[in-house]
DNA sequence: ACCTGAACACCGTTCAAGT
DNA sequence: ACCTGAACACCGTTCAAGT
């Protein structure tokens, strides 16, 4: 019997050998995004990425390198899938298109929004989009500002996203506190959180709802971040 | 020679007999908390924990529970040492004084942000603030939209403070790129990379203007976010 | 150069046994 | 009830040895 520690597929004989596939960093990268794609980036570890190649973590190191060179590459990908927006477009409504575009890809890979926001300006990928966005908030007049502006776009967009990613992950799994606010809904004394216990009760209970209302919370946050900037823009102009 | 495993000052003999003070759920919190001041949230493990106090892990999970556990109560502790801002201020100001308070608070506990973001309403500590919030935003006039404008400022000022805490941690440790925003900032082909260049560049390389820059960059989203509710409110109004 | 196979130093969690 | 001491099933990472 063959020791637990070895890949599905080993054989002692070298891999051409044997008929199987050499191992080469793109298609580490490709089984690391279709892993990120089904489990999200926090799913998966290195062993079971090496698993999944049928070969042992020491592959990975040598064709990419540790877990977050593995995840840098990932982001790389995931970025590169986003298209730039018609550059013709009013600013906002730029920014809109773009920022629902983002949305849907980082949360078809879920975990890696994490990452973008802080990692975001230095992947390869994001800087035709960085060069772009800057661009539409330099024309429209936030002159220095604009990397502040674009900076404070692109990060609510990611941490939203992030806050749904982690809502579905394990971090929520653990709470479901429906009987809580719906104990709230009458506390005439609290009315805040009476309204507050309302809201959510109704969001845990109807089915379906509760992915609506992040959805609909993501639209707010990015219209009100543009509404906010555009005040702003009429400060600046005098 | 003593086993590795054995915590410090361990002994056979009972806690009461060698004079050690007992352990109870309170102490386990109150050196959580203190680990966290110290190497923030995601900076301890469950067995440093035991250590700290001379015990195994076993006793943890005896006293408060698994790891999520001892977070929750330490996070029941941060949000209790946060005051309630004056109820007769105008609504965007409470909201301005309530998260610059909290700001200072949670970096004062590295890691915490990320958590209050999904559990903070479910922490009993903030019951009273939530209560508070909410009701400024009805006051205000802002109707059936009052829990949902306070989800957007709260979630804004947690997700900015847990940017944060990821540039101060290991996350941000591994990539340097001064160099390359340098090389960007005479890309005249790229008129928004070099802006974005030139504003990085500044910010990694004169000393202290970095931790300026972030504090600018959480005031500035409150700001826009506080903005964009008044003209949201204008709307619901007019 | 590429891969094997095992080791190292960690985790969170569980549990029978002692007092 | 409280604590001990060890075990279990994992991690990421490293490395000498093979081909």
Same mark, same amino acid.
């Given at each position: 019997?063959?020791?637990?520690?070895?890949?599905?597929?080993?054989?002692?004989?070298?891999?051409?050998?044997?008929?199987?596939?050499?191992?080469?960093?793109?298609?580490?990268?490709?089984?690391?995004?279709?892993?990120?794609?089904? !489990?999200?980036?926090?799913?998966?570890?290195?062993?079971?990425?090496?698993?999944?190649?049928?070969?042992?973590?020491?592959?990975?190191? !040598? !064709?990419?390198?540790?877990?977050?060179?593995?995840?840098?590459?990932?982001?790389?990908?995931?970025?590169?899938?986003?298209?730039?927006?018609?550059?013709?477009?009013?600013?906002?409504?730029?920014?809109?298109?773009?920022?629902?575009?983002?949305?849907?890809?980082?949360?078809?890979?879920?975990?890696?929004?994490?990452?973008?926001?802080?990692?975001?300006?230095?992947?390869?990928?994001?800087?035709?989009?960085?060069?772009?966005?800057?661009?539409?908030?330099?024309?429209?007049?936030?002159?220095?500002?604009?990397?502040?502006?674009?900076?404070?776009?692109?990060?609510?967009?990611?941490?939203?996203?992030?806050?749904?990613?982690?809502?579905?992950?394990?971090?929520?799994?653990?709470?479901?506190?429906?009987?809580?606010?719906?104990?709230?809904?009458?506390?005439?004394?609290?009315?805040?959180?009476?309204?507050?216990?309302?809201?959510?009760?109704?969001?845990?209970?109807?089915?379906?709802?509760?992915?609506?209302?992040?959805?609909?919370?993501?639209?707010?946050?990015?219209?009100?971040?543009?509404?906010?900037?555009?005040?702003?823009?009429?400060?600046?102009?005098?």
């Amino acid at each position: 019997m063959r020791s637990s520690s070895a890949p599905a597929g080993s054989d002692t004989r070298s891999r051409a050998a044997t008929g199987r596939q050499a191992i080469t960093a793109e298609r580490v990268i490709d089984a690391a995004v279709r892993l990120t794609v089904e !489990h999200g980036l926090e799913g998966w570890t290195l062993r079971r990425l090496a698993a999944e190649l049928g070969a042992y973590p020491a592959v990975v190191y !040598h !064709h990419v390198g540790d877990r977050d060179a593995v995840v840098c590459a990932v982001l790389d990908r995931v970025v590169g899938g986003l298209r730039v927006p018609d550059p013709g477009l009013p600013w906002q409504e730029w920014f809109v298109e773009l920022l629902s575009e983002l949305r849907v890809v980082l949360r078809r890979h879920p975990g890696t929004a994490r990452w973008m926001v802080l990692f975001g300006p230095s992947v390869q990928a994001a800087t035709e989009l960085l060069d772009r966005g800057v661009r539409m908030l330099l024309d429209a007049g936030f002159g220095e500002e604009s990397t502040l502006a674009y900076h404070l776009l692109a990060a609510t967009a990611c941490q939203f996203v992030t806050m749904e990613d982690d809502r579905d992950g394990s971090l929520a799994e653990r709470l479901d506190n429906t009987e809580e606010y719906a104990a709230y809904r009458d506390r005439s004394d609290l009315p805040g959180m009476a309204a507050h216990g309302r809201t959510m009760h109704r969001l845990l209970t109807e089915p379906g709802l509760l992915d609506a209302y992040f959805t609909h919370l993501y639209d707010y946050a990015v219209r009100r971040c543009l509404d906010g900037l555009t005040t702003r823009l009429a400060d600046i102009r005098g």
